[in-house]
C-alpha cells in the first residue's frame, strides 16, 4: 500500500506536509512550520530570510521564498534537500504525537500527492522524484533506529 499526502488538513497523514501547524527550534530560531524554515533558508543571514520566518502562514512564507526578484544564496541546488532532511527530521523529534504517526506507517511508501512538483512530490505524470516522501521515509527509518537503540539499551539486565 502507498500512503499518499498533500493538505496539511488531511487526517492522519496531513502531519506529512510542510504547511502543517508543527513548529520547530532548528539553528537557534523558532520556525512556526517547515515551510517556513525551508524557504528562509534560500536567503539566510538576510532581512529577506527574517521576513519569511516571521510570515503569518506557510502559504505567505512559501509565496516570500519564491519571489524571483530576490537572488538565492548560490549553494541553494546543492543544499535544498538537506535543508529539507534537517527541518522534516528536526520537526518530527520535537512532536511526539507526529512521530507516532509517521512510525505507525511500518514500510509503506510515502508520497506527497502534486500534480504541480515534479522534484518534492510525484508531479503530473506520477513519476516525479518525490523527494519530500523519500525524506519522510528516510526519518521513519532513522526515527525507528534511535528507538530500537533506546530501547536496547534500557530494561534488560547486565550479562545477558
Known sequence: MTIYFYGADEVPYG??????????DLDGCWWPTTEHCFQAQKFIGTRHADL?????????????????SKPLRRDWERVKDDVMRRAVATKFRTHSDIRGILLSTGDEEIVEDTTTDH???????????????????????????ELDEAQGSHGRPAGR
Do not use: Q, V
Open 15 to 24: 502531519c506529512f506536509s510542510n504547511f502543517s501547524d508543527h513548529g520547530l
Open 52 to 68: 519569511i520566518r516571521r510570515a503569518r502562514t506557510p502559504l505567505r512564507a512559501a509565496e516570500l521564498g519564491r519571489d524571483p
Open 119 to 145: 522534484y518534492w512530490g510525484r508531479g503530473r505524470t506520477g513519476t516525479g522524484k518525490n523527494m519530500l516522501g523519500r525524506i519522510l521515509m528516510r526519518t521513519r527509518s532513522r526515527l525507528r533506529a
